[in-house]
T-cell receptor, first 117, second 113 residues
Framework: GAVVSQHPSWVICKSGTSVKIECRSLDFQATTMFWYRQFPKQSLMLMAT?????????EQGVEKDKFLINHASLTLSTLTVTSAHPEDSSFYICSAHPGQGGTDTQYFGPGTRLTVL | GENVEQHPSTLSVQEGDSAVIKCTYSDSASNYFPWYKQELGKRPQLIID?????GEKKDQRIAVTLNKTAKHFSLHITETQPEDSAVYFCAVPRRRSSYKLIFGSGTRLLVRP
């Protein structure tokens, strides 16, 4: 149980285009999902918290208009990188949490490697 | 604000030896301490976690110890095997933010055959 999927697993796009990444909890309902970015040989940096049915909360320094997050259902959150630039190239990982009454454990997706040319 | 420091950044051990990774945190109210293993290009996977009401937890070759007074917790891997080679991250909850985690900087473990 507690499986989280991400799609796509990798994407290459041209500078200026937008890319959408999907995060799904396959066998549980996730009231909260998190989006992380990880640069090579670095730790996971939390970008934003996505709550079902409400606006995402962004960490300091993360542009909400550039990284659009939608959490329309209890099993799906999407991250759209708008007007992508080469410096946005990174490994994007989501995690899902069952919410109140569940454990403290976050379950991670397999990640999406974004390369912006 | 909250802070978590992880040491060492790299660790090389001979197969069969033990490995210990330590994390120090700043928020005395922290009550949940997970450890994640991440292989190259893969997702972080929870390998063990501990809550603040116990001082030690063990799962086969892996154990975590917690010292609440000193505000540090450690990951212990015994009888290391080459497949233990990976990057290990500790994490602590962010104060007043439900379920958010702050991750340590990571430890790259290499187990030499």
């Amino acid at each position: 149980g507690a499986v989280v999927s991400q799609h796509p697993s990798w994407v290459i796009c041209k500078s200026g285009t937008s890319v959408k990444i999907e995060c799904r909890s396959l066998d549980f309902q996730a009231t909260t999902m998190f989006w992380y970015r990880q640069f090579p040989k670095q730790s996971l940096m939390l970008m934003a918290t996505s709550n079902e049915g409400s606006k995402a909360t962004y960490e300091q320094g993360v542009e909400k208009d550039k990284f659009l997050i939608n959490h329309a259902s209890l099993t799906l959150s999407t991250l759209t990188v708008t007007s992508a630039h080469p410096e946005d190239s990174s490994f994007y990982i989501c995690s899902a949490h069952p919410g109140q009454g569940g454990t403290d454990t976050q379950y991670f997706g397999p990640g999406t490697r974004l390369t912006v040319l | 604000g909250e802070n978590v420091e992880q040491h060492p950044s790299t660790l090389s051990v001979q197969e069969g030896d033990s490995a210990v990774i330590k994390c120090t945190y700043s928020d005395s109210a922290s009550n949940y301490f997970p450890w994640y293993k991440q292989e190259l290009g893969k997702r972080p996977q929870l390998i063990i976690d501990i809550r603040s009401n116990v001082g030690e937890k063990k799962d086969q070759r892996i154990a975590v110890t917690l010292n609440k007074t000193a505000k540090h917790f450690s990951l212990h891997i015994t009888e290391t095997q080459p497949e233990d080679s990976a990057v290990y991250f500790c994490a602590v909850p962010r104060r007043r933010s439900s379920y958010k985690l702050i991750f340590g900087s990571g430890t790259r473990l290499l187990v030499r055959p």
